[in-house]
């Protein structure tokens, strides 16, 4: 499938490796859409490795994000609790925190992706604030101890966050 930016007609669903097989093999959106007389129909499922993309006939609702939701959540043999949230395709941006310690403070540490998102998830600045991605941690030069964090964001529009929890 070919196009050329992201569609608003896709639902992106974050999940684990190796959930993402188990969703594909059993997925049967499409019946249980029909079942509750849905008017989205899901065109095509596939995956880039860190995510499922569903691609639909029409930009999905709250409500038919619910739904699809709960149906990945009830299959059989997957960690419900690593799915946290489902949105539809939106632009990403990023954003470029400069001079910051190498080392995580008081410890000789690197610091990682996991910090700094724990950071960004605890400060009020980030409070609207969906990762798109894992944060990259760059090493100034070699003899200094500071670093260049880029994480990239969803962007929102029309003022409205595309996810449900």
Known sequence: MTI???SRKWIIIPISTNNIKRVIASSNMNRLLKDIKSEILINFIWSDNKDIIITTNQVATTSDL??????IKDLNNINSSVIKS??????KSYLKI??????????NLLITADIVERVIQTTHL????????CSHIIKVSPKLYMAIV????????????????
């Open 4 to 6: 050329k930016k992201p």
């Open 150 to 165: 880029w994480i990239d964001i969803w962007d929102s529009q029309n003022s409205t966050k595309k996810t449900t929890h």
């Open 86 to 91: 489902l949105r539809l395709s939106q632009s």
């Open 98 to 107: 400069l001079d910051i310690s190498y080392f995580e403070e008081n410890t």
């Open 126 to 133: 980030f409070n609207n604030v969906i990762l798109a991605f």
């Open 66 to 71: 619910n739904i699809i939701k709960k149906y």
